[in-house]
């Protein structure tokens, strides 16, 4: 939690919401990264969008942190494969299973007011609150 900072937080949701505003309404479609991603790879409709939307995905935090942050940012990602490819496989079939992932369902499916979207998340976020315990009570820190 020691890199929690009310003003970008506030000012990282207010970007995020333009975006997904802005590609609704040039696009007509919501901007669930699954769906993006899917379509990207074997979607032939908007398949160009689709890209764009993607590389601005990779692009724009490596513009922020090799241009704009006052601080390098430190995080650690866990080297264990053990974790990383089962935890990929867990990651697609929930996303498949529920129809879609947390920025289609969080983001914008919840500002819809979607009641599936709403516990959606509420799932999402209590499994994943409850594998970092599991995790942590047998030693491995993320």
């Known amino acids: 939690m020691n890199?929690?900072?009310?003003?970008?937080?506030?000012?990282?949701?207010?970007i995020i919401g333009l975006s997904v505003v802005?590609?609704?309404?040039?696009?007509?479609?919501?901007?669930?990264i699954s769906g993006i991603f899917e379509n990207a790879i074997i979607g032939t409709s908007k398949r160009l969008s689709n890209l764009a939307f993607l590389l601005g995905l990779v692009i724009?935090?490596?513009?922020?942190f090799n241009f704009i942050a006052p601080t390098p940012v430190a995080f650690n990602i866990t080297h264990s494969y053990l974790l990383i490819i089962p935890g990929g496989f867990l990651?697609?079939?929930?996303?498949?299973?529920?129809g879609g992932c947390t920025s289609g369902h969080g983001i914008c499916g919840i500002g819809r007011l979607s009641v599936n979207s709403i516990?959606?998340?509420?799932?999402f976020v209590a499994i994943g609150m409850l594998t970092v315990t599991i995790l942590q009570q047998f030693g491995v820190y993320l």
Do not use: K
């Open 22 to 32: 802005f590609y609704f309404y040039t696009t007509g479609r919501l901007a669930g």
């Open 3 to 14: 890199n929690f900072t009310p003003f970008s937080a506030l000012l990282g949701g207010i």
């Open 60 to 64: 724009g935090p490596l513009i922020y």
């Open 119 to 123: 516990i959606a998340t509420g799932i």
């Open 91 to 98: 990651v697609g079939f929930g996303t498949r299973l529920g």
